[in-house]
């Protein structure tokens, strides 16, 4: 055999190779973006059936109206979207959805205390201090829905947030078998929203996959919380106005 044929036959065995891993790569990369497109298709489908507008849940005397933080403006107030969901527990609230509040967010009692302000802004609004519960604990939307539940012993709840994150809420609430309905609190527009609907697609994936394995891969895990730091980090405040769907 000659050294040509011989070069040729390792050429295209080389060839043949590379390809096979190439295709190998291609299929799972088709396979993983697959599941997560389709966990988000049934978190969505999920949720969307359960989003209520506020008058539709008056007197429905839930055992907690559950609001979850938002951020702080430099000057420790609510940020606007966090002012949003506010106003709309206060007037949930006020309307008997539910028995009482439970302000859920995150704390640092040196430099940020997300539910002592929350607290002051419902209390401004007109909401007595002993209809509020405090979590200083709600540091992730799992966490706040977690703890309404094993912490401070909700069966029922309604949860308040932008519609684009009631979805995920709503699923980790099923999840852990915790009746919840969702009432979004979009009066305004915001910036940033098609960045924040992208980081929300990596957070419900996070959150599916947590809600159902504590010991899913660190890798995974990790790969997901980058991204969605990623996005966090170079983002401004969101953007929705989507009206509540009747049901």
Known sequence: MSQDSKAGRLITGLFSKLWHLFATILILILLITTIFIGINIYVL???????????????KNTDLILVLGAGLNADGKPSPMLAERLDTAAALYKNKAGRKLLLSGDTDQNYYDETKAMQTYLKEAG?????????????????????????????????????????????????????????????????????????????????????????????????????????????????????????
């Open 45 to 59: 489908a999920q949720g969307s059936n359960n989003l209520w507008a506020p008058n539709e849940l008056a007197d």
């Open 127 to 247: 909401i007595p201090e002993k209809a509020m519960e405090i979590d200083p604990d709600g540091t992730n939307t799992y966490n706040s829905v977690l703890r309404a539940k094993n912490k401070f012993n909700a069966h029922r709840v309604i949860v308040v947030s932008q519609q684009y994150h009631l979805y995920r809420a709503l699923n980790i609430a099923k999840t852990l078998d915790l009746k919840a309905y969702g009432v979004p609190a979009d009066q305004h527009p915001w910036e940033g929203r098609q960045v924040y609907e992208s980081r929300e697609f990596w957070a419900r994936i996070k959150d599916v996959l947590q809600s159902h394995s504590e010991n899913w891969p660190l890798l995974i895990k990790d790969g997901l919380n980058a991204g969605i730091d990623w996005s966090r980090d170079h983002v401004a405040q969101p953007i929705f106005n989507f009206d509540a769907k009747k049901k």
